[in-house]
């Protein structure tokens, strides 16, 4: 075993978040790749603090193309985490803001984004320690 593997004794690791064997990820998988998004957690992020419009999350939102935020914004529309209002204008004027569920997201977007901060030197560290290590790995 290499010194980047560690041993799992049974009973150290819960792989079973629910108690279903049939369904041990009991649609965690689903909420996880929307929440985990790159986009969706910047989203989420900017619409935090409060209301936006389209082109102000795209502004907000540096490299996120006009067709990736339109996605992104509709699944998380789809998912009740955002809502979409659109004011009889013309033109139309739209804004996104977090639905009660998608405001309690906030709280672990933040924690998740504090530990990033927190940790990206050692993470820095240990991937140019992997990649000396390994130099012809794919993984980059």
């Known amino acids: 075993m290499s010194v980047t593997h560690t041993e799992v004794t049974p009973g150290t690791a819960e792989l079973d978040p629910c108690g279903l064997p049939e369904h041990p990820d009991c649609g965690i998988r689903d909420v996880l790749d929307r929440v985990g998004d790159k986009w969706s957690v910047l989203v989420i992020v900017e619409l935090a603090g409060g209301p936006r419009r389209f082109r102000q999350l795209q502004r907000a939102i540096e490299g996120i193309s006009q067709r990736m935020l339109t996605l992104t914004v509709r699944r998380l529309e789809r998912d009740g985490l955002v809502t979409r209002t659109v004011y009889p ?9 977090l639905t009660e569920t998608g405001a309690s997201l906030t709280h672990l977007v933040k924690a998740l984004a504090d530990w990033s901060l927190d940790h990206r030197e050692s993470i820095a560290d240990a991937r140019r320690a992997y990649d000396a290590a390994h130099p012809d790995s794919e993984i980059r």
Do not use: K
């Open 89 to 97: 204008t013309v033109p139309a004027q739209v804004d996104y803001r």
